[in-house]
């Protein structure tokens, strides 16, 4: 089939692993910058609505869009500082807090399945067990990469008993159709349309637990500094999950269009694999992270006088946005 333009020239996979120490708000006074991503759809809709913009009207800042291609381009956002609202999964944020780049998470935009392990059935892989020896794609530092260690670890596996070939998730999918790796830790929508519109894909590891929630981070100099500004963010949040719950084929209608997938595709990611009800992070956020962080110690992802236990009460705020949502 036709490649779809989004998934071709996406860029190179960001490599590297995150410094400490970074600066405070990305934006100038009268800017802004907020990430959107294709796996968090209510981003998309407030991008298509905009309904951002008009949180600030009465203000005079500016609203700036970059698009995150994954977690880990996300955290490289905020490591520089150049977007003060990012996108990312939960284990990616804390990865991120622990080496010091400076996020706090007050609100969570959804608890989706957005992540399993896919081959071709012509691979004969069937579980977890069969990727030993196997090449299989994963994007370091995001959900479909700990996830992959996940599945390992079950099947007594670890990530050293595989070729684990990093590339950003839509380059991930590509080498899986090419042939180029055996299997691929994927993410929606990539995933969806891999499923639905090539013959022989399988997810053949499902486990939605292993998935640790959208994280919306804002800088803490963001935070500290400009707090009405977070708020307004929020807000435009609010309107936009509100409406997108209410709205689930339109907002499936949205995220084809933004990202170039089909309609049966968009309607998978968002109808069946994404849960907008409980956007306030809070207590089984917090155990999920920590019943993870080892992984981040073993993995050397994080620095080696870190703690990842520590820092998930740093990162995770259940408060500032009561007052909104």
Same mark, same amino acid.
Request: one cysteine or more; charged letters at 25%.
């Given at each position: ?12 996979a960001?490599?590297?692993?995150l ?11 009268g ?40 977690? %880990? ?10 977007a ?9 944020? !804390? ?15 959804? %608890? ?16 977890? &067990? ?6 299989? &794609? ?23 008993d ?49 998935n640790?929630?959208?994280? !919306? ?15 307004r ?13 209410? %709205? ?52 050397? !992802?994080?620095?080696?006088?870190a703690?990842?236990?520590?820092a ?14």
């Amino acid at each position: 089939m036709e490649r779809r333009q989004f998934l071709r020239g996406t860029g190179a996979a960001i490599g590297g692993s995150l410094l400490a120490g970074c600066a405070g708000s990305g934006g100038e006074s009268g800017t802004v910058t907020v990430d959107y991503a294709y796996y968090n759809p209510v981003s998309l809709v407030l991008r298509e609505k905009g309904w951002l913009e008009a949180a600030f009207a009465d203000t005079g800042t500016d609203v700036e869009w970059v698009l995150s291609l994954g977690s %880990n381009q996300a955290n490289e956002y905020a490591q520089s500082g150049a977007a003060d609202v990012s996108s990312t999964a939960g284990i990616a944020a !804390l990865m991120a807090r622990t080496n010091g780049v400076p996020i706090t998470t007050p609100y969570v935009y959804s %608890n989706p399945e957005w992540t399993a392990l896919v081959t071709f059935r012509e691979t004969g892989i069937e579980s977890a &067990a069969d990727l030993e020896g196997r090449r299989v &794609a994963a994007t370091r530092g995001t959900d479909p990469y700990f996830f992959l260690l996940q599945a390992l670890e079950d099947a007594g596996l670890s990530a050293e008993d595989v070729e684990i070939v990093h590339l950003q998730h839509p380059e991930g999918q590509s080498a899986l159709i090419q042939g180029d790796v055996d299997a691929w830790a994927g993410l929606d929508p990539h995933m969806a349309e891999l499923e639905l519109e090539y013959e022989g894909a399988e997810l053949f590891f499902r486990e939605p637990r292993y998935n640790t929630y959208g994280f !919306l981070n804002f800088l803490d100099g963001f935070l500290a500094n400009r707090t009405a500004d977070a708020r307004r963010v929020l807000e435009a949040y609010e309107r936009g999950r509100e409406w997108a719950i209410e %709205n689930p084929e339109a907002t499936a209608g949205i995220l084809a269009d933004a990202s170039g997938m089909s309609e049966p595709v968009a309607e998978r990611v968002f109808t069946q694999r994404t849960d907008l009800s409980r956007p306030i992070p809070g207590e089984p956020h917090r155990e999920l992270l920590s019943n993870l962080s080892p992984i981040l110690e073993r993995e050397d !992802l994080v620095t080696d006088d870190a703690d990842p236990a520590g820092a998930v009460d740093e990162l995770i705020d259940s408060e500032f946005a009561s007052g909104v949502v």
